[in-house]
């Protein structure tokens, strides 16, 4: 399943919400006793809209390491390569409690959605 550009525009439509001002949110919030991150609203559902199956790839974790061990390899990137950078983003909080919130503020989602909006 390939996105379509009603996909690519629903993405990029956090952008401006996750990075106002080209800065990251502050993503969540520790409640007190808790070890787990308690995300913002947006931070959600972006990473629900992510991991819709158009943006989906089951083959993910080569492209994604490569990528992203060269952040500026990004700005290059092909479609079927973001794919794999938005799923391992998105499921990298299955391993590690935080995930989502290191890919938005170390800017690795506005990476991927600044080179998404290339091909939209």
Same mark, same amino acid.
């Given at each position: 399943?390939?996105?379509?550009?009603? $996909?690519?525009?629903?993405?990029?439509?956090?952008?401006? &919400?996750?990075?106002?001002?080209?800065?990251?949110?502050?993503?969540?919030?520790?409640?007190? +006793?808790? #070890?787990?991150?308690? *995300?913002?609203? =947006? =931070?959600? $559902? @972006?990473?629900?809209?992510? +991991? &819709?199956?158009?943006?989906?790839?089951?083959? *993910? &974790?080569?492209?994604?390491?490569?990528?992203?061990?060269?952040? $500026?390899?990004?700005?290059?990137?092909?479609?079927?390569?973001?794919?794999?950078?938005?799923?391992?983003? =998105? #499921? +990298?909080? #299955? @391993?590690?409690?935080?995930?989502?919130?290191?890919?938005?503020?170390? +800017?690795? =989602?506005? &990476?991927?959605?600044? #080179?998404?909006?290339? @091909?939209?």
């Amino acid at each position: 399943m390939h996105p379509t550009q009603a $996909d690519i525009e629903a993405l990029l439509s956090y952008q401006s &919400r996750l990075y106002p001002n080209a800065v990251a949110i502050k993503t969540y919030t520790l409640k007190e +006793g808790s #070890r787990w991150p308690d *995300y913002e609203t =947006v =931070v959600s $559902d @972006f990473y629900e809209e992510a +991991g &819709r199956d158009c943006w989906t790839d089951i083959n *993910y &974790r080569p492209n994604a390491d490569n990528l992203l061990s060269a952040p $500026d390899t990004i700005a290059q990137a092909t479609l079927p390569q973001l794919q794999s950078l938005l799923t391992y983003c =998105v #499921r +990298g909080e #299955r @391993f590690c409690d935080g995930h989502w919130a290191a890919m938005i503020e170390k +800017g690795h =989602v506005l &990476r991927i959605l600044t #080179r998404l909006a290339a @091909f939209a």
